[in-house]
T-cell receptor, first 122, second 114 residues
Framework: DVKVTQSSRYLVKRTGEKVFLECVQD?????MFWYRQDPGLGLRLIYF???????EKGDIPEGYSVSREKKERFSLILESASTNQTSMYLC?????????????????????FGPGTRLTVT | AQSVTQLGSHVSVSEGALVLLRCNYS??????LFWYVQYPNQGLQLLLK??????LVKGINGFEAEFKKSETSFHLTKPSAHMSDAAEYFC????????????FGTGTQLKVEL
């Protein structure tokens, strides 16, 4: 079974602090994602990465940065936490394209999620 | 760009009754569609997925969904609700060339009453 773990389930930080959220997956997945989840808004993509040291902005990247130095680990960084960043943060991973023969790839697109980190910024 | 709309942010059913959670998608190319479930204080778990094979997809816990291109829908059903089905359900869409990203709906909270 794929396992995605997140460093903390609950976190309380003060305004202005630098916050690190860590995510680790154990299935050699190419892609990793960070979402925030807020009531009535569903999941919104913050950043994603499709390879080591590669990152792309999602829909709401402002106020966040990410780091992927190793394939299994994807970190979300809040440079200066603010109260409007109080939220549930979810990490996910997916396998990515798999070769099925010469020049033919399949992709399941299925994402596997960690348990989430509930961050409160006071 | 693709999107999904989940009609009804809260749905309440009696135990043993039919569960119907609605999802409509918008995509200019053939979509891949997913339903996820989230139990309180947990991450999301995949219920089922449509990847252009059979239009009726069966998932875990007795859930199924039918892809209807003419209606651009992918509604989730279960014939008989159980108390343990109480959770939040999310529909999501992507497509080939979509950069491996999923676009999620805003979720439907399912309540099951005795």
């Amino acid at each position: 079974d794929v396992k995605v773990t997140q460093s903390s389930r609950y976190l309380v930080k003060r305004t202005g602090e630098k916050v690190f959220l860590e995510c680790v997956q154990d299935m050699d997945h190419e892609n990793m994602f960070w979402y925030r989840q807020d009531p009535g808004l569903g999941l919104r993509l913050i950043y994603f990465s499709y390879d080591v040291k590669m990152k792309e902005k999602g829909d709401i990247p402002e106020g966040y940065s990410v780091s992927r130095e190793k394939k299994e680990r994807f970190s979300l960084i809040l440079e200066s936490a603010s109260t409007n960043q109080t939220s549930m943060y979810l990490c996910a991973s997916s396998l990515g394209p798999v070769s099925s023969g010469a020049n033919y790839f399949t992709n399941s697109y299925e994402q596997y999620f960690g348990p989430g980190t509930r961050l409160t910024v006071t | 760009a693709q999107s999904v709309t989940q009609l009804g942010s809260h749905v309440s059913v009696s135990e043993g009754a039919l569960v119907l959670l609605r999802c409509n998608y918008s995509s200019s190319v053939p979509p891949y569609l997913f339903w996820y479930v989230q139990y309180p204080n947990q991450g999301l778990q995949l219920l089922l997925k449509y990847t252009s094979a059979a239009t009726l997809v069966k998932g875990i816990n007795g859930f199924e969904a039918e892809f209807k291109k003419s209606e651009t829908s992918f509604h989730l059903t279960k014939p008989s609700a159980h108390m343990s089905d109480a959770a939040e359900y999310f529909c999501a869409v992507t497509y080939t060339g979509g950069g491996n990203k999923l676009t999620f709906g805003t979720g439907t909270q399912l309540k099951v009453e005795l």
